[in-house]
């Protein structure tokens, strides 16, 4: 077990999630994030499900003298590293806002990493950097070629840290190319809170459902696959989050980087997301099909195998499970935190 994990983009959705699991296994976290996509309200959240208050800095990872004084007064041996813009259509719109937030700041963590000897590093990679021409199943060692900016900075930060690897012996990364995280934790007391209009498929659906949203479009329906929607690889985020939570055995025992997916290996549609959202809501979602976006691909979902080999890790749960899941917590929720 490490000294102590520093955890960036600690209050946004997949990093609270994470946050949950490493304090309920005991380990010592301090979370930071500048909540630009997140809210400190979920700090109390985070506590009423581990009993444990959360240490907390509200800060951003570019401010390389806010990095500095954390490492100075914590023994941080390891570092999960999730802060970053992820939103692809707002990064083809603001590129230098993407490539200043998610690559200065890995540079400024790297950098002090270095300075404090701290050789690991979890890093939030995505199925964005695959090249759209490869046939899914993706597998880890398939071409890469991002189609947009927000995949660009996630493949050039891989890039960025293999070569820090190279000059700093000792360092060992997780690279961790997650597939499409949905779904909340069974608490029902913390999900994902998207501030404005939401860019992804499931909190807009969770949305229609409540109210907030009154249609869901559904970008093509004219794709080659089961019935003419868009088929993605959806994870829950627990399960997400326990993909890091293996990372980090791996780099504590193995002292070895790996490269892996995180997804279920499963393909599902957005009509079937749909209905299994309407199942699990008993809430009719009403929709339009509308012109496809450019850069959308018709099928993308992993090949698995490699994170089971080498961490012993799996995803468990269904599309079923994760719309349950979110339907607690938008419904308990209906307006965030
Ligand atoms: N959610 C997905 O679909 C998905 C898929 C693949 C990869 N990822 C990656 O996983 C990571 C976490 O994603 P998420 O869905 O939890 O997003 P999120 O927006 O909910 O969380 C990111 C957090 O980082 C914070 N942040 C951003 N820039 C910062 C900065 N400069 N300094 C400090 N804090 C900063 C935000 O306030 C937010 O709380 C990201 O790196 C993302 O690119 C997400």
Redesign the pocket.
Known sequence: MFAMILL?????????HTWVELLNAGHEVIG???????SEKLLARVESITNIKPNFIR?????IDVLRKIFQSHNIDCVV??????AVGESVEKPLEYYD??I??LLQLLRTCNEFSCENFVF?????VYHTENNPPYFENMALGPVNP?GW??MMSEQILRNFEVASLSTRVAYL??????GAHASGLIG???LGAPN?LMPYIAQVAVGRRELLSIYGGDWPTVDGTGVRDYIHVVDLAKGHMAAIDYLTQQKKSLTVNLGTGVGTSVLQLVHAFEIASKKKIPYEIVSRRVGDIAVSYANTDLAKKLMGWSAHMGVDQMCQDVWRWQSNNPSGY
């Open positions: 960036t983009g600690a209050t946004g959705y997949i990093g609270s930071i994030d500048n909540l630009c996509n997140s800060g951003d990872i570019r401010n590293h999730f802060a970053a813009l992820k937030n998610n200065n700041g939030s990679s995505s199925a964005t927000y900075t996630k190319r997650y597939f499409n995280p949905v994902e809170n998207p992804n």
